[in-house]
Structure formats: C-alpha cells, structure tokens
C-alpha cells in the first residue's frame, strides 16, 4: 500500500505517519525528517538545505526528489510506504511518478487532514520533539509526562528551528500557494480522500483509516 499525507504545517501529518505505519506495517518516510537528519549530519545535501527550511521555503525539488528515489529504493518500501511532506508540489508528484515508471502507481491513496490556520499556528508554537527517538509532543494537547523530557527515551526535547511564528505564517504561504494545487491534482486522479484533522489524534487516525480501507473495497 502506497500512502500519501497531505496537509498545511502542523496538520498531524507526522503524528499520524507515526500511528498509521503500525496499522499498514509499512515505513514512515518524512521528507522534513530525512532534510533535518541531512542538516544535522551536516551533509552536502544538509547544508544546501538549511537555509530554505530556516526562511520556511522549500528546498529545491531537484535536491528532495534525489533524497526520496534512494529511500523508496531501499528493501524495505517493497510492501509500500507512507509519505510525509512528500510530494509538496505537482512537479514533485509527477516525478514520483515517473520513478515508479510502467510498474504501476507510486501512490495509491492520497490522504488531506483539514486543520483551520490558527489552529496550526496554535500547535506548532507547543511543539517539542525528541531528537533522539522522533517522538512529538505538545505543551498542551500531547504533554510529555516530565516537563520538556521524552517519556520513551528520556532525552531533552527541542523545540524546531522554523516554528517561530513568522516562520510558520511563511511555511503557511508557501502551503497556500505551491502545495494545495495538489489537492486539484489528486482529485483529478480520484484517489484523494479529505479527513477534518481537528479532532483527537486517535480519531483522526481512525478516520485515515477507514478513508483507505473504503476505497480498497
Ligand atoms: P516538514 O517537516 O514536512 O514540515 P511541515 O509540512 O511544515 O509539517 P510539520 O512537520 O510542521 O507538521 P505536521 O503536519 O507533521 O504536524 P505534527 O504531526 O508535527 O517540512 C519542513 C521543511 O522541510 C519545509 O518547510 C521545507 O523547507 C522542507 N521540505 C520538506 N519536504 C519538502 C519537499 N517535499 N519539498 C521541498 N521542501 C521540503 O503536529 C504538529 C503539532 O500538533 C505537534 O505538537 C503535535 O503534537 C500536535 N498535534 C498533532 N495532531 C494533533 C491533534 N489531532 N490535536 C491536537 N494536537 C495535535
């Protein structure tokens, strides 16, 4: 099953991957994940990203599609994947079609989760993540159990690099105006389902869910 998730910064896309890669056994693969472990590392490919994802730009596609062809290629993608932030623009979508070339689809179902934009705002000022197991948090709505430490692994969540509020109203531009013409893209393909990613995480999840097992019927 190949999976897509869509949706504005701070929607629950990684949130959901998170959950929904246990229910479909298949690999969660964050392109912003894969960009801030390049960063961290300080790889070619990390430094040419940084500045972009500091303005809250994208990085040019030439550089993700290169990072995404090598990890669907690895042996754990053959039962499929689920996508995160990946693809972001119709270029993008077209050439991870034509990755897969004649032997079928590189997505199968594309997933949208709805949030209102201050609700978004709202989230990604709480967030904190782990840097070392990935695990997200909100201040708020999804506390770790000791302040501003990861019940998993114990480590000292961060707070990201572009959620500063005028970083995120960029991140949301940026959404508005290169990434919601997928969903018109998707549509026209028929196989874009929109969830209202408003509610509970485990609700949401059960809504992505049952919208990917209804069109497999
Ligand atoms: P990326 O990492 O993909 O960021 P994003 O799309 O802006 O999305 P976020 O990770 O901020 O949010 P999310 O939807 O995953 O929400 P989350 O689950 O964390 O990209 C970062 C940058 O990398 C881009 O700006 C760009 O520069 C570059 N990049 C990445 N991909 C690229 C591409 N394909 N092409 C070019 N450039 C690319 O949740 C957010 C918060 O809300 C958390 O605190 C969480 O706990 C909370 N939360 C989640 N769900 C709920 C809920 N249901 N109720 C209440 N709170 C919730």
Do not use: W
């Amino acid at each position: 099953m190949k999976i897509a998730l869509l949706g504005p910064p701070g929607s629950g896309k990684g949130t959901q991957g998170a959950m929904l890669r246990e229910s479909f056994s298949i690999p969660h693969i964050s392109s912003g994940d894969l960009l801030r472990a390049a960063v961290e590392a300080g790889s070619e490919l990390g430094d040419q990203a940084k500045g972009y994802m500091d303005k809250g730009q994208l990085v040019p596609s030439e550089l993700v599609i290169g990072m995404i062809r090598e990890r669907v290629a690895e042996n754990d993608c053959t039962g499929g994947y689920l996508l995160d932030g990946f693809p972001r623009t119709v270029e993008q979508a077209e050439k991870l079609e034509s990755m897969v070339g004649a032997n079928g689809h590189a997505v199968d179902h594309v997933v949208a989760l709805e949030v209102e934009e201050d609700k978004v705002v709202e989230r990604l000022s709480g967030r904190r993540s782990c840097p070392e197991c990935g695990r997200l948090y909100h201040v708020s709505f999804q506390p770790p159990r000791s302040d501003g430490i990861c019940d998993d692994c114990g480590a000292e969540l961060m707070i990201r690099d572009d959620d500063r509020e005028e970083t995120i109203r960029k991140r949301l531009e940026v959404y508005r105006r290169q990434t919601a013409p997928l969903l018109d893209f998707y549509e026209k393909a028929a196989i874009l389902r929109i969830v209202d990613g408003d509610a509970a995480p485990a609700e949401v999840a059960e809504q992505v869910l049952a919208a990917v097992r209804e069109e497999d019927d």
